[in-house]
């Protein structure tokens, strides 16, 4: 895949050395973003169709699977409020949902997993996610309690850049592992298939198209894990925002994580008007990234560049 990148982006990369990523990876994916959505409006079209047209012959998909981002601890009401939350993410549309462990041990939380699948109907529909907590050790004792759930994934059990422990782990867990969203470029995503042991017919990488320098950075990275002999649909981007809706969309990824709710408000979550469907959405029509039609989020942040 050849990627033409826009004139002002090249530009700005042209001194940009590789690794130490940072802020500076996130301050570039910004400005990215902002490229992008205007190449999109001035071509009159969604961003997601842009992409579509551009690198993938014209295909896309109508509707992209989603999940919610969530599963929070609530002190004094541990399961109570757990359900409360996953109950709301169903009756909103949201088959699949997924829910943080390690904050607490291992046997309160295998009891707030077995909550969560009783909402969810089964493990096939909670992802757990360790937020980078654990040891090798503990990360083990983790996916030994929780494989016979039959969870669609386990997600970053261990430090993000500990390749070794995500490789040990999938030798030893049979489920899906998922992890990536604080790796931030292509050659962090070719590093951690080179040596992180991820299984491509089984598991799934989620770098952040926001936080990693931006859609022209994610276009890279697909082209590296294609490459490899992996297949786009075994990547979702992370974040819960219209970019990777968008990317999910255009470049038929497998899905996109979502943030609803009050989650990250008013950042969080996709357009006003989404219409999710028995865990799909179907991506807007717009032209650009439709950062417009998060109506409290584009009020914000005119109200921000106001001050400026």
């Known amino acids: 895949m050849t990627i033409s990148t826009p004139a002002i982006w090249r530009a700005y990369m042209a001194n940009e050395k590789p690794g130490g990523h940072g802020d500076r990876a996130h301050a570039a994916g910004d400005l990215d973003m902002a490229v992008w959505d205007a190449v999109a409006k001035i071509a009159g079209r969604p961003l997601w169709r842009l992409l579509a047209e551009r690198y993938n012959g014209g ?15 609530y002190p004094g009401k541990e ?30 939380d295998l009891k707030r997993i ?39 994934w386990y997600e970053e059990p261990g430090d993000p850049l500990d390749f ?19 790796l931030f470029s292509a050659i962090d995503g070719r590093n951690l298939l080179r040596y992180g042991g991820l299984r491509p017919d089984l598991d799934w990488v989620q770098l952040d198209p926001a936080l990693g320098y931006g859609l022209t950075e994610y276009l890279r990275l697909i082209d590296v894990v294609e490459r490899m002999g992996w297949s786009r ?76």
Do not use: W
């Open 59 to 73: 295909r896309y998909d109508e509707r992209v699977l989603v999940y919610p981002g969530g599963g929070y601890y």
């Open 114 to 152: 077995e909550a969560v699948i009783g909402m969810a109907g089964e493990g096939g529909n909670v992802a757990v996610d360790g937020n980078g907590r654990f040891s090798l050790e503990t990360a083990l004792a983790y996916g030994k309690a929780i494989e016979p759930y039959g969870l669609i």
């Open 233 to 308: 649909r075994r990547l979702i981007p992370h974040g819960g925002h219209q970019l990777a809706l968008n990317i999910a969309a255009g470049l038929q990824t497998g899905g996109s994580e979502s943030y609803p709710g009050g989650l990250f408000h008013p950042y969080g979550g996709f357009a006003d008007d989404l219409v999710l469907v028995d865990c799909y959405a179907k991506p807007h029509e717009e032209p650009g990234i439709g950062v417009e039609l998060r109506s409290k989020m584009f009020a914000d942040m005119r109200k921000r560049l106001a001050l400026c």
């Open 79 to 108: 399961l109570e409020g757990l359900r409360s939350e996953m109950r709301g993410y169903r009756d909103q549309g949201y088959k699949i949902v997924k829910m943080k462990i390690g904050g607490a041990d291992l046997a309160t």
């Open 164 to 182: 070794r422990l995500t490789a040990v782990l999938a030798e030893h867990y049979a489920g899906a592992l998922a992890t990536g969203e604080n």
